[in-house]
């Protein structure tokens, strides 16, 4: 069996500085066939992911359109269907950075970004090469409560104070069946729009845009496209030290995962459950059996499979003393809120927030600012108050101040594959995922603790 990278490169059906891997439980392109569950290495062991029939690599997911990018250049099977740098850079070395992933449109630090050179696009690109970010211009929405005031670019890329561009990282093209809301800002989710709705609307989006294409795509290939990302689940199936985590009872792996329920509201602990159900903190339960297992045996794996099952308990049940987070406490109008991990990340065995809730955990405030990011000063017109942020997240979307730093919570499911972390890459591995949650809420996370939460985070 040869790689499907060769498959896909021999087929014709995207250029070979795309390094995706698909997979498939049927024929291939050309005669070509992988396995469903196919391992990719990760730097925590292996991810996979499963689906139910033949996924055919004709697809239109995988067709080059417009300025040569297609779905798959931002959304590689390898890398938990992102990109992550390390993926980025090594296309920019095959390629002397003209990969299609490579375009000013977005993949740029600036859109007029000299790329004359690959020297020149080193540096255009020094984002996307480092933390993984496409630029995402919008405009400041009409009768916004807000202006731009000034912003402090350190690309001095210029143009009008009625937009602004910001950095953030491809959401994975997987896992889609638990969405509740669709990009960081939800701006493919307006209204009671459904989420396969937003993802025909969103598919069409991005070709028009990120593809630059001069047509959308016809219904039926947004059709196609829908459903191949709906029919992907992707998870961690192996640890390096733990092994297979679907083994021993656990219930770790992808194939679980695509027999997990989902509706708006599950678990939803503010009540918006439609079947009434009382919110449940124990949301994720993928490896009570390993905190059953005898704690005899002195083997590494036997010692690591210990530490995920007591970084689920610590992610179910330590204590979180919200405070100060925009769509949540301001919106219940308390000033503390008494939760957990599992407050935010809801959804049973998945993790993200089972309604839209776009949350403010501080991520874009001044005082998180790193060097390569801007630093853009809003007004508020009514109040004449400011906020310096390096991201104005849904306000962009919505117009409304208190929406300045809001963004959705992502699914959980198979972390280990896609660092770095957050929207805009801020965290670039898991220990700083739960250094900076440690530091905001003031958790009092033990070095054990924080080992053991990793090894949890990786194993999902």
């Given at each position: 069996?040869?790689?499907?990278?060769?498959?896909?490169?021999?087929?014709?059906?995207i250029?070979?500085?795309?390094a995706i891997?698909?997979?498939?439980?049927?024929p291939?392109?050309?005669?070509?066939?992988?396995?469903?569950?196919?391992d990719?290495?990760?730097?925590?062991?292996q991810?996979?992911?499963f689906?139910?029939?033949?996924?055919?690599?004709?697809?239109?997911?995988?067709?080059?359109?417009?300025?040569?990018?297609?779905?798959?250049?931002?959304?590689?099977?390898?890398?938990?269907?992102?990109?992550?740098p390390?993926?980025?850079?090594d296309?920019?070395a095959?390629?002397?950075?003209?990969?299609?992933?490579?375009?000013?449109?977005?993949?740029?630090?600036?859109?007029?970004?000299?790329?004359?050179?690959?020297?020149?696009?080193?540096?255009?690109?020094?984002?996307?090469?480092?933390?993984g970010?496409?630029?995402?211009?919008i405009d400041?929405?009409?009768?916004?409560?807000?202006?731009?005031?000034?912003?402090?670019?350190?690309?001095?890329?210029?143009?009008?104070?009625?937009s602004?561009?910001?950095y953030?990282?491809?959401?994975?093209?997987t896992?889609?069946r638990f969405?509740?809301?669709i990009?960081?800002?939800?701006?493919?989710?307006?209204?009671?729009?459904?989420?396969?709705?937003?993802?025909?609307?969103?598919?069409?989006?991005?070709?028009?845009?990120?593809?630059?294409?001069?047509?959308?795509?016809?219904?039926?290939?947004?059709e196609?496209?829908?459903d191949?990302?709906?029919?992907?689940?992707?998870?961690?199936?192996?640890?390096?030290?733990?092994r297979?985590?679907?083994?021993?009872?656990?219930?770790?792996?992808?194939?679980?995962?695509?027999?997990e329920?989902?509706?708006?509201?599950?678990?939803?602990?503010?009540g918006?459950?439609?079947?009434?159900?009382?919110?449940?903190?124990?949301?994720?339960?993928?490896f009570?059996?390993?905190?059953?297992?005898?704690?005899?045996s002195?083997?590494?794996?036997?010692?690591?499979?210990?530490?995920?099952?007591?970084?689920?308990e610590?992610?179910?049940?330590?204590d979180?003393?919200?405070?100060?987070?925009?769509?949540?406490?301001?919106e219940?109008?308390?000033?503390?809120?008494?939760?957990?991990?599992?407050t935010?990340?809801?959804?049973?065995?998945?993790?993200?927030?089972?309604?839209?809730?776009?949350?403010?955990?501080?991520?874009?405030?001044a005082?998180?600012?790193?060097?390569?990011?801007?630093?853009y000063?809003?007004?508020?017109?009514?109040?004449?108050?400011?906020?310096?942020?390096?991201?104005?997240?849904?306000?962009?979307?919505?117009?409304?101040?208190?929406?300045?730093g809001?963004?959705?919570?992502?699914?959980?499911?198979?972390?280990?594959a896609?660092?770095?972390?957050?929207h805009?890459?801020?965290?670039?591995?898991?220990?700083?995922?739960?250094?900076?949650?440690?530091?905001?809420?003031?958790?009092g996370?033990?070095?054990?603790e924080?080992?053991?939460?990793?090894?949890?985070?990786?194993?999902?």
């Amino acid at each position: 069996m040869i790689s499907f990278k060769a498959a896909i490169k021999s087929a014709g059906i995207i250029s070979a500085g795309v390094a995706i891997a698909v997979l498939l439980s049927g024929p291939a392109a050309a005669g070509n066939a992988i396995a469903n569950l196919f391992d990719f290495d990760n730097p925590s062991g292996q991810g996979q992911t499963f689906t139910q029939g033949i996924l055919n690599p004709q697809n239109p997911f995988f067709e080059s359109r417009g300025n040569g990018r297609a779905c798959v250049s931002c959304h590689q099977a390898s890398e938990g269907w992102s990109i992550t740098p390390a993926g980025v850079q090594d296309r920019f070395a095959d390629s002397d950075g003209l990969d299609p992933i490579f375009r000013t449109i977005d993949g740029s630090n600036c859109e007029h970004a000299d790329v004359s050179t690959r020297e020149a696009r080193q540096a255009a690109f020094s984002l996307l090469l480092t933390r993984g970010l496409i630029r995402i211009g919008i405009d400041v929405p009409d009768g916004a409560e807000f202006v731009i005031e000034s912003v402090d670019d350190p690309y001095r890329c210029g143009g009008s104070l009625d937009s602004a561009s910001m950095y953030r990282r491809p959401l994975p093209s997987t896992n889609l069946r638990f969405l509740s809301a669709i990009m960081w800002d939800g701006r493919e989710s307006p209204g009671n729009l459904s989420i396969r709705d937003g993802l025909l609307q969103q598919a069409n989006d991005a070709t028009r845009g990120h593809a630059e294409a001069d047509e959308g795509l016809s219904a039926a290939d947004r059709e196609q496209i829908v459903d191949f990302e709906l029919g992907l689940h992707t998870a961690q199936g192996s640890d390096s030290l733990a092994r297979e985590l679907n083994t021993e009872s656990a219930k770790g792996g992808p194939v679980h995962l695509s027999r997990e329920s989902f509706f708006i509201g599950i678990n939803d602990p503010l009540g918006q459950n439609p079947t009434g159900a009382a919110f449940n903190p124990r949301a994720f339960t993928l490896f009570d059996a390993w905190a059953l297992l005898p704690q005899s045996s002195h083997s590494p794996q036997a010692a690591a499979r210990a530490a995920v099952a007591r970084g689920q308990e610590i992610f179910n049940t330590h204590d979180v003393n919200i405070t100060g987070v925009s769509g949540l406490n301001d919106e219940l109008q308390v000033a503390s809120i008494p939760g957990t991990c599992t407050t935010c990340h809801d959804s049973p065995n998945v993790g993200n927030h089972s309604v839209k809730a776009p949350l403010n955990i501080g991520l874009t405030d001044a005082d998180q600012r790193t060097a390569d990011m801007p630093l853009y000063t809003l007004r508020n017109l009514h109040t004449g108050e400011v906020i310096r942020t390096t991201d104005p997240g849904r306000a962009m979307v919505t117009g409304k101040w208190k929406d300045i730093g809001r963004f959705k919570g992502p699914i959980l499911r198979g972390l280990a594959a896609r660092a770095p972390y957050f929207h805009n890459g801020f965290a670039a591995t898991l220990l700083d995922v739960v250094n900076f949650y440690d530091s905001r809420f003031n958790m009092g996370l033990t070095a054990a603790e924080k080992a053991d939460l990793v090894a949890f985070l990786q194993a999902l």
